[in-house]
């Protein structure tokens, strides 16, 4: 780039930034798309795909990744509003219709940023306009591009002569490909990105004006409730239809295979209906015991993964001055939306539109489109936000049921799952038990590490062509996808961590090539996929938490047998500078005492303690450290975290205040995961299925702080971060009721019985020593 | 059997043809067009749904529309509009307390209801008070400082 260019960069950053902070505009998810595309020519090759200057000088921007509470939408319209130096007002934000946005696949694992903010998509789509749009000028004002200057969306050159945007452009086609060449705007540039704008949905939100996809009303809609089995496997004998002959507004009963829903002219009769219908249910099969649940986990056949595998690990164990030993288990968590999960669809015999909060809006019409046996470009499928999902809630299965009972009706229909439907049937956050051995030399480094991890699994995101993924396919007689084979075979090719199955403290050594964060060249790292008796898919940091809970509480032990400092002890086994960065401004932030773990001499009713645990989410995804500091109360078992230290380094930050809200709740979120949230069954059902029986932290709940440091090296790009900081709050509490009382704590989460188990294991093992 | 009921809500009279057993929250939604009351579990677990009676916080999806009577109803949207925001909804607003906001009238509500009947009440009073409020987004930091600064500006 030429000193000319990099100063035109800069220019248009002198410009006045405002923003709106009502935002109605950019609320509706009904806009035009760009003019004259056609939904099946959403190239997202083309510039015209992705973005459009109208007369009236608004930019309207296309995405396919869109905004659950998360920020997103703000975020990606202060993207285009800087790349095309226009005030922030003055972008508006489609976001997941298909009809109109690129298709994106899903809005999830940490991806929309890495996607839409670096050197692709919707950056580069905006970046290659705003370069058209200067060549568009210097034609026009007879003037080279290096004497132009742009202030919101005005092109002025020397001359002083100038030109819009829209004189350029408005409501035509730039008709360009995206160039893979046109220069983003330098960081050390920004005016509108990177700066803490309030989001955009605020507004509306605080004063109960924004519409969720529960508020979605279209003429003649009717509403539906759906009448899941009592249990999973449950088949449909009979369905009494005359059951509910007497509930008034009935509209139909509607039966396919096993789903069983009803249709009725309100919500009230819906649900009276739902409640009244009399199904006849074949029984399902009996569930595995929950007691002993983990112990039959590792005894089941099993399709095996190998991450990785120096193939020394047991001869190195031999020879170490100590080997350590211990199981960490995980249980089935919820997403638990605090709305359950709605959708409203309208199917008429050649077409069909369904407004959904699902993450997946092409992959909901591809599984819409083969339910109803429709060509999928007769569905679109339009997103509205729903109540937060965290992963793979209700979302998706309710606006299928909504497809099926409004085809069913040939009427629109509004499907509102009640609590037991979103709890009892959406896709859980996997159990998971992992398995770990490690030696220690006389000198306290690890010379080998050995872990192997037991996941259970069924079904996942239904993708374009699995409905059986998710419970509506499976009651249509869909197969769920099972855990795919393994060949436990050495793994070849460039070393991934898997989940973070793989501890940051592995070397990662492949053929040689060694991509692991860490230093430990005697490793392996083996998965086993198991069938699992309930509906698994992505939560949250999916696998990501469960493995990085097993993996940092276990460093923290193996440091404890060492007798050294968690910090200086996990930095001896780290290569990776920027999970070195996090670790040490944590500790710094924190300040840090060093010192080995647990504290000595203490006593008291309530005991005092820190912890740390670090991350490179996915290898290369983002990267934090969480120094806990907890309060245990040596009687109850009760764990109070009073303070948490994290540092983030996620790159050049979109918006400073949306990713401490992110960064916060991803913590808080975490913390009720360890302390409280645990799935529940009996030996038929899950029995966990509302708000008395599944645990949340309520807002009556004494919060600790937690305070932020943000690490951000020069020239990378940006990653993920809604995903990394709630990944080591687990292992980060559990590290510090370490500290405080000797204790350790394998069982997630950390009930007050199992820390007073834990307890007098430790008491009686120090009473042995 | 649908009755003629008679609402007020947010200041105006509605006269609507239900059920009388319908849940106050279905005709707030789907009568009124009201957005503020959500339903969230349908059993007054989390307060998605919650509206103010008589000073108090009411769970409308538990409530029969026909045990309303005169009683004026006032949901979130009834303190205060986008132009002109009650002053506690104004303290989210400069705090940004919240993700996907679905659970704030439960918070914001149940907040107000407390504040209007004890002005002086502590932290832990206040947190007390939203014992049965649940935000699964754990935006609970930014709330509270919410409430705290919306209390304190009340007090002088």
């Known amino acids: 780039m030429t000193q000319s260019r990099r100063d035109f960069l800069k220019s248009c950053g002198a410009m006045i930034v405002t923003f709106s902070s009502v935002s109605g505009g950019l609320l509706s998810a009904q806009g035009q798309g760009p003019f004259g595309t056609h939904p099946s020519h959403i190239d997202p090759s083309k510039l015209d795909s992705w973005l459009a200057v109208g007369n009236d000088g608004v930019i309207t921007a296309y995405t396919g990744k869109c905004d659950f509470g998360q920020g997103i939408l703000t975020a990606q319209s202060q993207l285009v509003a800087e790349e095309l130096c226009v005030r922030l007002a003055r972008v508006k934000l489609i976001q997941c219709d298909t009809s109109i946005c690129p298709d994106q696949g899903t809005t999830s694992g940490s991806q929309s940023t890495p996607t839409n903010f670096n050197s692709e998509n919707l950056a580069l789509a905006a970046a290659t306009a705003r370069e058209a749009m200067l060549n568009l000028a210097a034609k026009k004002l007879g003037e080279p591009v290096e004497n132009l200057t742009v202030a919101d969306g005005v092109i002025t050159g020397a001359s002083g002569r100038h030109v819009r945007y829209e004189d350029l452009i408005g409501n035509k086609h730039f008709d360009l490909p995206l160039n893979a060449k046109a220069k983003r705007r330098f960081p050390a540039d920004w005016t509108v990105l990177g700066k803490p704008i309030p ?9 109960g004006q924004f519409e969720f996809v529960h508020h979605v009303r279209v003429p003649g809609l009717l509403h539906g409730r759906v009448v899941r089995p009592p249990e999973i496997g449950a088949t449909v004998v009979q369905v009494d239809e005359q059951s509910v002959r007497n509930v008034r507004g009935l509209v139909k009963v509607v039966v396919r295979k096993d789903f069983v829903g009803v249709v009725a002219e309100t919500q009230h009769q819906a649900t009276l209906a739902a409640r009244q219908l009399a199904v006849h249910w074949s029984p399902g099969p009996e569930l595995p015991p929950q007691k002993d649940f983990f112990d039959n986990l590792q005894k089941q056949p099993a399709h095996d993964t190998l991450s990785v595998n120096s193939q020394d690990v047991d001869a190195r164990l031999a020879d170490a001055s100590k080997v350590i030993r211990a199981r960490y288990t995980y249980p089935y968590q919820m997403h638990g939306s605090v709305g359950a999960s709605c959708a409203v669809a309208d199917v008429k015999p050649e ?13 909901t019409r591809s599984i819409v489109a083969k339910l109803l046996n429709m060509a999928i470009d007769k569905v679109r499928v339009i997103y509205v936000r729903g109540s937060g999902c965290y992963g793979l809630n209700g979302a998706d299965a309710v606006s299928f049921d909504a497809a099926i009972l409004s085809h069913a009706v040939g009427k629109p229909v509004r499907l509102q799952f009640s609590r037991q439907d979103e709890m009892m049937w959406e896709n859980l956050g996997s159990a998971c038990a992992v398995q770990l051995r490690a030696g220690l030399s006389h000198d306290g480094r690890i010379v080998a590490w050995d872990r192997e991890d037991w996941v259970a699994s069924l079904g996942n995101r239904p993708g ?16 769920p996808e099972l855990p795919k084979p393994g060949s436990a075979k050495p793994p070849t090719g460039k070393f991934r961590n898997q989940s973070n199955t793989v501890p940051s403290y592995f070397a990662g050594c492949i053929a040689g090539n060694c991509g692991g964060d860490g230093t430990i ?20 940091s999916p696998l990501r938490i469960q493995n990085t809970f097993a993996n940092e509480c276990f460093m923290d032990e193996l440091c404890a047998h060492a007798m050294a400092d968690p910090v200086a002890f996990r930095l001896l086994h780290l290569q990776n500078s920027r999970v070195i960065g996090v670790l040490n401004a944590a500790a710094q932030a924190a300040k840090w005492e060093a010192r ?11 005991l005092s303690g820190r912890g740390i645990a670090c991350v490179a989410y996915e290898g290369n995804n983002g990267y934090s450290a969480l120094v806990a500091e907890v309060d245990v109360d040596m009687e109850t078992g009760t764990v109070q975290p009073r303070r948490f230290v994290v540092a983030l380094d996620c790159g050049p930050i979109s918006n400073p205040d949306g990713l401490r809200n992110q960064i916060e709740g991803g913590i808080l979120q975490g913390m009720s995961r360890a302390l409280v949230e645990e799935v529940t069954w009996n030996n038929k059902r899950m029995t966990s299925v509302d708000w008395e029986t599944y645990n949340s932290l309520h807002l009556d709940y004494e919060m600790p702080t937690v305070e932020m440091v943000f690490v951000t090296p020069p020239d990378v790009p940006a990653t993920g971060a809604g995903e990394t900081a709630i990944t080591v709050t687990p292992a980060a509490i559990g590290n510090a009721v370490f500290d405080a009382t000797g204790a350790r704590l394998r069982e997630l989460p950390f009930s007050p019985q199992r820390v007073k188990a834990a307890l007098v294991e430790s008491a009686e093992r120090a009473g042995k020593l | 059997m649908r009755q003629k009921v008679t609402l007020n809500v947010n200041g105006q009279r509605h006269v609507v043809e239900v059920d009388p057993e319908t849940p106050l929250l279905f005709v ?22 919650t509206v103010i009676m008589r000073r108090q916080v009411v769970r409308s999806c538990v409530m029969p529309v026909s045990a309303v009577g005169q009683e004026e109803v006032t949901t979130l949207e009834g303190l205060g509009t986008p132009e002109n925001p009650h002053p506690i909804q104004q303290a989210f607003i400069d705090e940004g307390a919240a993700q996907c906001g679905f659970c704030l009238s439960g918070v914001i509500l149940t907040a107000k209801a407390v504040l209007d009947v004890k002005p002086d009440a502590s932290d832990q009073e206040i947190r007390d008070s939203l014992g049965g409020v649940l935000c699964r987004c754990f935006a609970h930091t930014r709330m509270l400082r919410a409430i705290r600064k919306y209390a304190e500006a009340k007090r002088t």
Request: net charge positive; aromatic share 8%; glycine share 10%.
């Open chain 1, 199 to 207: 989001s955009l949905d605020r507004t509306a939100l605080m004063t």
């Open chain 1, 351 to 363: 077409s069909a539109t369904v407004w959904s909060a699902t993450q997946s809006a092409y992959p």
């Open chain 1, 464 to 479: 374009y062509d699995q409905p059986g993924n998710v419970i509506t396919g499976m009651l249509l007689g869909y197969e």
């Open chain 1, 521 to 540: 060249r005697s490793e392996r790292a083996l998965t086993h996929n198991v069938r699992s008796p309930f509906f698994t898919g992505p939560l949250r």
């Open chain 1, 596 to 606: 080995p773990s647990p504290k000595t001499a203490v006593s008291g009713r309530t």
């Open chain 2, 28 to 49: 707030l939604n789907d009568e009124l067009g009201l957005r503020g009351p959500r339903f969230g579990c349908g059993m007054a677990q989390c307060g998605a749904c």
